[in-house]
């Protein structure tokens, strides 16, 4: 009876070890954690709130499909927008090219001012771009 008890924990045992190295196996990054640059678009007033939800959800869904990344933020004032954030990888895709479509297309006003910010490490760059 003794050694039976004894069979049965080390059986559990081997079991658990078994489980142990994929329980214990490095999770895969998240897809915003991909992406350390940042785009900074500060908006002219007279751009109410409520373009807010139609215009993150159309660059989101187009930086997301074309895998260069997603829009990270807005600030808005007492009832216009102030800027918008973006997250992307300057390696992966030429940002005033980005910029330049969006206005383009009339997603963001033609008066916009966008500002780079190139993270390397956990610091960003000395200066931000701005065009």
Do not use: N, W
């Amino acid at each position: 009876m003794f050694a039976e008890s004894q069979m049965r924990v080390f059986a559990t045992i081997l079991l658990l070890g078994a489980g142990l190295p994929s329980g214990c196996s490095k999770r895969e990054a998240s897809y915003e954690s991909r992406f350390r640059d940042e785009i900074s678009i500060d908006f002219p007033s007279g751009h109410p709130e409520s373009e807010v939800d139609p215009m993150k959800r159309q660059i989101d869904e187009r930086l997301r499909a074309s895998k260069i990344g997603f829009f990270s933020g807005v600030m808005v004032g007492e009832r216009d927008i102030d800027f918008i954030s973006v997250d992307t990888d300057f390696d992966l895709i030429d940002e005033h090219s980005l910029v330049a479509e969006l206005i383009e297309e009339g997603t963001i006003p033609k008066d916009a001012k966008a500002t780079y910010k190139r993270r390397t490490d956990d610091h960003e760059s000395d200066t931000p771009k701005v065009r």
